[in-house]
């Protein structure tokens, strides 16, 4: 005699289905492609401007006055505009001037940061709540500028390249950001330390540090963007031309539409300087270039770096 066994019910895996907002149900098909094409469309609407400058920047006159002003594909790219910046004229000196001021600053921002970052998280240190209360007020009661002229001229820093790094070397946030991602550390490192004899200085060398560069590269990432945007304090502070950082040359004969003379660009001999607005239009890619390169490096550190440092602590 066969006994039947009884059947097991067939499962079935569940079908996937998309939502664009967590615990919303699905769209359906043409609802999530009218998604996609809106997103899409965003996207072009945000390229197309780059695209705009980077092609008006390589046409040359005859396409540019055709167009109106602003190229949307060059017909034969020329790189006669940035030739004409980058051979020894006013934006060669101001890229220069850009570079220098944002490594320096930026090294000398970044260390001081960590340092006084540091000295903050270690309870019982000498002048800690002074100096934290200090830091916050800052943030709270920034100072005006002429307060700002008046300290930097009594320091003889007007003219000097010395202006655009020492008034933005400390940032309270910054600074407010490392200290909490310190003491979010182990303390049972920094005691073990401690027991095997290890200086402060060690310490932070050896073990800090090293734990920490998501949060150092992010906050390394703010002063060079700062350090590289910046130009209030080139406007206050620099009275000599030959000394203009990028952007207050961005400024200048980009924003305020003010033309470059023959002395501030070198044409090739004989050659016909470029037409304004190609100028222009290299003077804000060059400009923005830097960062660009610079950032896709840094870019996987921000939500580690930032999130961990602000919240915990």
């Not at 006159?61 to 020329?78: E, F, K, T």
């Not at 550390?185 to 027991?195: F, K, N, Q, S, T």
């Amino acid at each position: 005699m066969t006994t039947l066994s009884p059947s097991r019910p067939v499962r079935r895996r569940p079908q996937r289905s998309y939502s664009a907002i967590p615990g919303e149900t699905p769209g359906l098909p043409p609802w999530r492609a009218f998604k996609s094409l809106i997103l899409l469309a965003c996207v072009v609407l945000v390229l197309l401007p780059f695209l705009a400058i980077i092609s008006t920047s390589l046409a040359d006159a005859g396409q540019i006055n055709r167009a109106g002003g602003y190229v949307l594909w060059p017909d034969s790219p020329s790189f006669t505009s940035y030739r004409a910046l980058l051979s020894g004229g006013l934006v060669s000196k101001a890229m220069t001037v850009s570079v220098g001021v944002t490594v320096v600053g930026t090294t000398l921002s970044l260390g001081c940061s960590i340092l006084l970052a540091y000295g903050l998280s270690r309870p019982g240190s000498f002048g800690h709540k002074p100096v934290l209360m200090l830091l916050l007020m800052t943030m709270l009661f920034a100072p005006g500028v002429i307060p700002s002229y008046l300290m930097v001229k009594e320091l003889h820093l007007i003219n000097s390249y010395w202006s655009l790094i020492l008034p933005s070397l400390i940032n309270a946030f910054n600074v407010i950001v490392l200290r909490s991602f310190f003491m979010s550390l182990p303390g049972e490192l920094i005691d073990a330390a401690h027991v095997d004899g290890a200086s402060e200085w060690t310490i932070l060398r050896r073990i800090v540090l090293p734990l920490s560069k998501a949060s150092v590269a992010v906050i390394g990432l703010f002063n060079a963007v700062t350090y590289w945007n910046a130009f209030f304090n080139a406007l206050l502070y620099i009275n000599d031309a030959s000394k203009w950082p990028m952007q207050l040359v961005l400024r200048t004969y980009v924003v305020n539409n003010a033309a470059l003379s023959g002395g501030q660009v070198n044409a090739a001999a004989g050659a016909p300087i470029p037409p304004a607005q190609s100028l222009q239009a290299a003077i804000l890619v060059l400009s923005i270039v830097p960062i660009v390169i610079v950032y896709p490096f840094l870019q996987r550190h921000m939500d580690k770096g930032v999130m961990v440092g602000a919240v915990k602590g």
